[in-house]
């Protein structure tokens, strides 16, 4: 039987991931746990060799002069007539056989089993979600909500977790059974039942730059780098990048011919528009190419965290955008704030 126990814990970790280590803890506990309530408080240990693949259990008595708790006490006649060795003070161990221990006792050793195989998987789903952080992982929704919009999704970690209606890109209907692109949030536990409570989004800032950083080869290798990123998810996203190689133009490289390259990206937020932004050290250079498709005149900056950018009276309804949002995404993106200014063309 033991050698039997100890293949099913060596194919528990094959298949689940849990180490046989924690679950012979499980194991002992168990033991420990059963003999409790078969030997009434009585002590007991456990002699776990996994190398000969052998469990025992033992009942242990204190060797006394003067017997006053028969469950953990053994007199030194009677101690002595099992072995002339024993001396007061020593411990005398008795084997019992588990196969004997009652229903209830039983029962309990299961339970005990069955909770650490839980908490390992629990543990598990974790710690994969925890490498999983702040990146885009690929999820199946299963479930969805038709009231309030909300849906559940299988992320091929576990099953069911949720995605609000307040993370999915406005304007997009999750269904049952479509595939999409979700980026972790936020890994933590339940203090109700320890259970793993991840957070996913579909409309953070860090989606974007994630996508980014895996879908574009120049960026994925380190060439071109991601500086920043201003987004109103299902709308529009400023981001900026900096080449690290003279000869790579990172806007480019991003954009790709045609703009191939975003085009997936475009596809996966729902059309939501991407300009890319040349990222520049000179702030005045960096706030002119954030108002990007505007054209400037030339940008005032204070030394501070404010411009006043001048363009063309033609170019102002481009610089500031539609309800403002251009110009709003472009003082996220550089971090400063922007007031725009049209000049007349002189006749």
């Not at 506990?29 to 002699?47: F, H, M, P, Q, Y």
């Not at 908490?119 to 789903?125: D, G, M, S």
């Not at 009231?147 to 977790?161: K, L, N």
């Amino acid at each position: 039987m033991n050698a039997e126990l100890f293949e099913a814990l060596e194919a528990l970790e094959k298949v689940k991931g849990i180490p046989v280590d924690y679950m012979l803890e499980k194991v002992e506990a168990a033991l420990l746990s059963a003999c409790k309530k078969e030997l009434g408080g009585a002590n007991a240990r456990v002699d776990i060799d996994r190398a000969k693949k052998d469990i025992r259990v033992y009942k242990t008595r204190t060797v006394v002069e003067e017997v006053t708790d028969p469950k953990t006490e053994i007199s030194l006649e009677a101690a002595q007539a099992i072995s002339r060795r024993y001396e007061v003070g020593m411990t005398v161990d008795e084997e019992l056989k588990t196969k004997n221990f009652g229903r209830i006792s039983a029962q309990t050793a299961k339970q005990v089993i069955v909770q650490g195989i839980r908490e390992a998987e629990k543990n598990n789903i974790t710690r994969e979600y925890e490498r999983k952080k702040e990146e885009v992982i690929s999820a199946k929704v299963s479930k969805r909500d038709d009231t309030t919009g909300d849906v559940w999704v299988d992320t091929g970690t576990s099953e069911g977790v949720l995605l609000p209606k307040s993370e999915q890109i406005p304007g997009e209907e999750l269904m049952v059974g479509d595939r999409v692109r979700v980026y972790v949030t936020e890994v933590n536990r339940s203090d109700y039942d320890g259970e793993p409570v991840v957070t996913l989004s579909r409309t953070a800032n860090g989606m974007v730059k994630r996508m980014f950083e895996t879908d574009i080869p120049e960026i994925a290798d380190g060439i071109v780098l991601v500086k920043g990123v201003a987004r109103e998810a299902g709308s529009r996203t400023k981001i900026s990048v900096l080449s690290r190689d003279p000869d790579v133009d990172a806007v480019g490289a991003c954009i790709g011919a045609r703009g191939m390259r975003t085009a997936a990206i475009v596809e996966e937020l729902r059309g939501e528009k991407i300009d890319v932004i040349q990222y520049s050290e000179k702030p005045e250079e960096y706030i002119a190419a954030a108002l990007s498709p505007a054209s400037v005149i030339d940008v005032e900056f204070d030394g501070e965290r404010s411009a006043v950018v001048h363009v063309a009276g033609d170019q102002l309804s481009l610089a500031i955008g539609k309800e403002g949002q251009n110009v709003r995404l472009a003082a996220k993106l550089t971090g400063c704030k922007i007031d725009i200014k049209g000049i007349k063309p002189q006749l």
